[in-house]
């Protein structure tokens, strides 16, 4: 992360980890498939999560379940 901190400056916020990135956030894009953003704590996300705005990319999360758990959450469905 040093070398993009050196190219981009602070035009960006920086976080140690992807929970950390979400203090103070108001929405979350999924976009990536990657097993650590498959099974986060959602539950758990909610106490930095400001608006709970999720956008799920990859179609990785239940639409119901999130309903359910107070997020406004938006499903953008991949191409096969």
Known sequence: ???IKEQITDKINYAE???NALKGANA???AM???E???PDIEGMEKDFEKKIFFDWRDLFDLFNMKELG???ERICREN
């Open 1 to 3: 992360m040093s070398n």
């Open 17 to 19: 980890d992807h929970y």
């Open 28 to 30: 979350l894009i999924i």
């Open 33 to 35: 498939e990657w097993s």
């Open 37 to 39: 953003y498959r099974t």
């Open 71 to 73: 997020y406004n959450y």
